[in-house]
């Protein structure tokens, strides 16, 4: 089903509309046991687009079409247990408060004592007359980024926006440490964007440690444990979900070889550096590959010790391979982006690099959801004083594992 996916499915008109069910219909009976004639069924759906505008899923429909979505998540290297992804059906929630809930609910049901379940939580479609719900974090959990002097941040630079933003709102700020955590900001139809803290039971953490430097303790580094992509919107059949949190687990470069080493975030290298001994008077010391490894093994080794389910990326380039295997097996091909599914550390020693892949966007998938407000064209977002922004960037998808929480891996043009 190779459709383009990044077509705003809110301005599609009736004959599209029907086209995107009609064929999700086709894949969905096709994969699936059904009841009754796929030709039946999209009857049904062609009335119900002509009276309202739009269609609703079954609970079966949703589950497959979020399934589907994550096997077509083109940058995303871990994909081989999509068929094992759990749906939450949460259509019928529509209060901020109940959305909130629910997404805390996600986080202690996806973390699962540390054996990470992949779970996506669905909550109402966009209908013809405006948006559904939003979630405005890129992750249900993210670091703050707190604006200093001269432009320092203290916390996560990719995070600067979002925390001026909830302080503007009202949050009063976290103890101002590099690993304060964002409230989240959830905007029901037909109103204001609203804060709301996540519980501390809800927010996994794990301490990096070093199986061989005991003096990496005393860095203070840790990362939450649970990635949550919250700021994608789901598409299925001509159908957008604007608020559809969802999670896999990491892979360690993830957080080894992006979040905390990018000279945009965190740019931990010197500081990792100066600690082993390492010689940073000429980039020919390899200092930076040398303390890249380091980190990483602090990071997968932390993560193991405290119980919780991470991969690294040697492992995962070889489940990649298979997932490629058993879906060209089933007579599909798979999507893949090369510059994404490669790994950011040693990438030329995993069995992914060595070949290519067949490239194309397909439909259900994961969309950027663009805010409400936001111009659909320009992508403009009005300022407190009706000025423009920029356009945002280009929507990043998935690098890692299931989650895509390196989200500015490659330069945009």
């Given at each position: 089903m190779a459709r383009p996916a990044d077509t705003d499915t809110a301005d599609l008109d009736i004959p599209e509309l029907i086209a995107r069910a009609d064929e999700f219909i086709r894949l969905y009976s096709s994969e699936n046991a059904v009841d009754r004639p796929p030709a039946d069924r999209m009857a049904e759906i062609r009335r119900e687009i002509r009276q309202s505008g739009t269609y609703v899923h079954t609970a079966g429909e949703l589950a497959f079409g979020a399934k589907v979505a994550w096997r077509n998540s083109r940058r995303c290297i871990g994909r081989l247990y999509w068929p094992g992804l759990v749906v939450r059906d949460l259509r019928h929630l529509r209060t901020a408060?109940?959305?909130?809930?629910?997404?805390?609910?996600?986080?202690?049901?996806?973390?699962?004592?540390?054996?990470?379940?992949?779970?996506?939580?669905?909550?109402?479609?966009?209908?013809?007359?405006?948006?559904?719900?939003?979630?405005?974090?890129?992750?249900?959990?993210?670091?703050?980024?707190?604006?200093?002097?001269?432009?320092?941040?203290?916390?996560?630079?990719?995070?600067?926006?979002?925390?001026?933003?909830?302080?503007?709102?009202?949050?009063?700020?976290?103890?101002?440490?590099?690993?304060?955590?964002?409230?989240?900001?959830?905007?029901?139809?037909?109103?204001?964007?609203?804060?709301f803290d996540l519980p501390p039971d809800a927010v996994r953490e794990v301490p990096l440690r070093h199986p061989d430097h005991d003096w990496f303790a005393d860095l203070g580094l840790?990362?939450?444990?649970?990635?949550?992509?919250?700021?994608?919107?789901?598409?299925?059949?001509?159908?957008?979900?604007?608020?559809?949190?969802?999670?896999?687990?990491?892979?360690?470069?993830?957080?080894?070889?992006?979040?905390?080493?990018?000279?945009?975030?965190?740019?931990?290298?010197?500081?990792?550096?100066?600690?082993?001994?390492?010689?940073?008077?000429?980039?020919?010391?390899?200092?930076?590959?040398?303390?890249?490894?380091e980190l990483n093994v602090a990071v997968l080794w932390s993560f193991e010790r405290d119980g919780i389910t991470i991969t690294d990326h040697h492992t995962e380039s070889e489940r990649f391979l298979r997932h490629l295997r058993r879906e060209e097996k089933a007579g599909r091909t798979v999507p893949a982006d090369w510059s994404w599914i490669v790994p950011p550390l040693s990438g030329g020693v995993t069995p992914v690099f060595h070949r290519y892949y067949d490239d194309h966007e397909s439909s259900p998938s994961f969309l950027?959801?663009?805010?409400?407000?936001?111009?659909?064209?320009?992508?403009?977002?009005?300022?407190?004083?009706?000025?423009?922004?920029?356009?945002?960037?280009?929507?990043?998808?998935?690098?890692?594992?299931?989650?895509?929480?390196?989200?500015?891996?490659?330069?945009?043009p």
């Open positions: 408060e109940d959305i909130h809930r629910a997404c805390v609910e996600h986080l202690r049901l996806a973390f699962n004592g540390g054996r990470i379940r992949p779970t996506i939580s669905v909550f109402a479609a966009d209908g013809p007359d405006g948006t559904g719900p939003r979630i405005h974090n890129p992750q249900l959990i993210r670091y703050a980024g707190y604006r200093g002097p001269g432009g320092r941040v203290t916390g996560d630079p990719a995070s600067a926006d979002l925390t001026d933003r909830v302080r503007a709102l009202g949050w009063p700020g976290g103890p101002g440490t590099r690993f304060d955590v964002l409230p989240l900001l959830v905007e029901e139809p037909g109103s204001a964007a609203r804060l840790r990362w939450y444990a649970l990635p949550v992509i919250s700021d994608m919107a789901l598409e299925i059949g001509g159908v957008r979900y604007g608020a559809a949190p969802f999670n896999g687990w990491y892979m360690g470069t993830e957080i080894g070889a992006r979040n905390l080493v990018d000279t945009q975030r965190y740019d931990l290298l010197p500081e990792i550096a100066d600690r082993l001994g390492l010689d940073r008077t000429s980039d020919r010391t390899l200092w930076k590959d040398r303390a890249l490894v950027q959801a663009p805010a409400p407000g936001r111009c659909p064209v320009t992508g403009h977002a009005p300022t407190a004083a009706g000025e423009a922004h920029g356009p945002d960037p280009e929507p990043p998808v998935s690098v890692g594992a299931n989650t895509g929480d390196s989200r500015d891996r490659i330069a945009r």
